[in-house]
């Protein structure tokens, strides 16, 4: 879901504030199906008023927008990480439809919530009814930090847990981890290690309240059979070594090379080439911790030739070089 922030240069940790006299950002003239949680940003449009930049917000992506008091359709992009909008001030009636569907509407106010995972473009619009200034705050979390969480509340069942698609809710315990992320967020230099803190503490906040284990596909829904699923998944697990080889999961699925892509991520959350360095990840962590092995053996072990690349993958998954992860045991 998730997403390691934007860089603007060599720049350090810090959160941008930005300026309150900018021109509202600019919408494209077309919107893709769907995109990365960094690229969202220029599709919402509205007053950019914080940014979180550098390497604070690897895990988390924030920012705050002023947007405008009324607006017509607007098509945003589906995104495969986790999606929280929080209404910090105003108060909107907010339109919103699936392409081609009848409009919902809802009256949001400061403490708001809207939850998206996954799914399709849709459509919103709103019009203020109240003269307060609508401000926004927009957090994605980027997916390895919802698995985490995924797997300490669901355990053997994760693979069947999905985030539900909430809009206009209020909860007071997750306004308060916003709130501090905000606070985060204004500050000239963020804390890496508190963001990370608080995007834990709100991934598991979302999989005790807001998520659901579904055994079946959801009705409309195209999805991998679970059978499928699972045939896959263990053959991964089982040639995790190898490279992947789209054409040939594919196949085994009887479907072509992009739908099983679109299919794979909408049951799993990551694509296949994701999952993969997923497993590979975990079966170094064990080898590191269960054996005596070579980090140079345990990379050609999991797949990786070369084993700079091996350990920069593996300190982007867990912060730790592998020597350090070892020595933790």
């Known amino acids: 879901m998730i997403p390691r922030h934007t860089r603007e240069g060599a720049q350090s940790d810090h959160s941008r504030r930005a300026d309150p006299k900018a021109s509202p950002v600019a919408l494209p003239l077309s919107v893709p199906e769907s995109t990365s949680a960094e690229a969202m940003e220029r599709y919402l449009g509205g007053k950019p008023m914080a940014v979180g930049r550098g390497d604070a917000w690897r895990d988390v992506s924030a920012w705050i927008i002023a947007p405008s008091p009324t607006t017509g359709t607007m098509r945003l992009p589906a ?47 709103w019009n203020a009814v109240t003269a307060e200034p609508f401000q926004a705050m927009m957090v994605f979390l980027a997916l390895p930090l919802l698995q985490r969480a995924f797997d300490e509340v669901f355990g053997a069942d994760t693979i069947h847990a999905r985030l539900k698609d909430l809009s206009g809710f209020t909860d007071p315990a997750l306004s308060s981890l916003m709130e501090q992320l905000r606070d985060e967020l204004l500050r000239t230099r963020a804390s ?13 906040h ?9 055994k079946k596909p959801r009705s409309g829904s195209p999805s991998l059979p679970g059978h499928k699923l699972r045939r896959i998944t263990e053959w991964m697990a089982e040639h995790l070594a190898d490279e992947i080889d789209l054409g040939q999961l594919a196949a085994q699925a009887g479907l072509s090379k992009f ?18 360095v997923g497993l590979r990840m975990d079966e170094a962590r064990r080898l590191l911790r269960e054996t005596g092995k070579s980090v140079v053996d345990i990379a ?3 797949g990786y030739a070369n084993p700079s690349h091996f350990a920069r993958l593996f300190h982007r998954e867990t912060g730790l070089s592998p020597s350090d992860y070892r020595r933790q045991r």
């Open 79 to 125: 995104v495969s990480e986790p999606f929280l909008a929080w209404t910090i001030s105003g108060e909107v009636d907010f339109h919103e439809r699936e392409v081609g569907g009848t409009w919902v509407t809802h009256r949001i106010r400061r403490g708001s919530f809207f939850l998206t995972f996954g799914g399709a473009p849709y459509d919103v619009r």
């Open 192 to 204: 890496p290690l508190f963001v990370h803190g608080l995007g834990l503490a709100i991934a598991v």
């Open 206 to 214: 979302l999989a005790r309240n807001y998520t659901e284990l579904v």
């Open 259 to 276: 739908y099983f892509q679109r299919l794979f991520k909408a049951a799993i959350g990551a694509s296949p080439a994701r999952y993969q």
């Open 300 to 302: 050609l072990d999991v």
